[in-house]
T-cell receptor, first 113, second 115 residues
């Protein structure tokens, strides 16, 4: 069935370095993708989104890349800071699936000072 | 400021008891969702609603029910709590129109332990 997953369950980076979190999705009909950040003890928080008619979208220190050919999504965080330490989820919305969102299992990002 | 709240934040109950978790949003959002989060499973959808009096089952709806009598609230009821329902529960809401309808705003979560 359809699924959203992540290549790496944990990622450890040095403060100031760039981070790249990867995600694979299986449904080529998905038309909208979102990255969420979840800090310890809190609910997930929206970071950035991208529609399937785009390849790249930039926000503040974050960039999302979408490669529809290989059904791959990535989140790049520039100049990673200690406050970026969290679990990151990619999520997809399926065409014709209403407003339901399917979440991946998550990647934990550790930022070393 | 608009927000989404959940209560209680922590709950311990016994097997077989009925439990209701509250969710209240002041975003005036049409869509509301309940998820459970367990290690190794990420967020799994329990029930969702696209408006007042509308409710739909998600992928793990067995043993849970919801009702939507107004825009602001979507309480989640565990009819007869089981140990397998020990989890962290998140409520979320989204606007429900256009691409903005997909962005979900999450509550702080309720940690439920069934003994």
């Amino acid at each position: 069935g359809e699924s959203v997953g992540l290549h790496l369950p944990t990622l450890s980076v040095q403060e100031g370095d760039n981070s790249i979190i990867n995600c694979a999705y299986s449904n080529s009909a998905s038309d909208y993708f979102i990255w969420y950040k979840q800090e310890s003890g809190k609910g997930p928080q929206f970071i950035i989104d991208i529609r399937s008619n785009m390849d790249k979208r930039q926000g503040q220190r974050v960039t999302v890349l979408l490669n529809k050919t290989v059904k791959h999504l990535s989140l790049q965080i520039a100049a990673t800071q200690p406050g970026d330490s969290a679990v990151y989820f990619c999520a997809e919305n399926l065409e014709g699936g209403g407003f339901k969102t399917i979440f991946g299992a998550g990647t934990r990002l550790f930022v070393k000072a | 400021d608009a927000e989404i709240t959940q209560s209680p934040r922590h709950k311990i109950t016994e097997t077989g008891r009925q439990v209701t978790l509250a969710c209240h949003q002041t975003w005036n959002h049409n869509n509301m969702f309940w998820y459970r989060q367990d290690l190794g499973h990420g967020l799994r959808l329990i029930h969702y609603s696209y408006g007042v009096h509308d409710t739909n089952k998600g992928e793990v709806s067995d043993g849970y029910s919801v009702s939507r009598s107004n825009t602001e609230d979507l309480p989640l009821t565990l009819e007869s709590a089981a140990s397998s329902q020990t989890s962290v529960y998140f409520c979320a809401s989204s606007a429900g129109w256009g691409s903005e309808g997909y962005e979900q705003y999450f509550g702080p979560g309720t940690r439920l332990t069934v003994t």
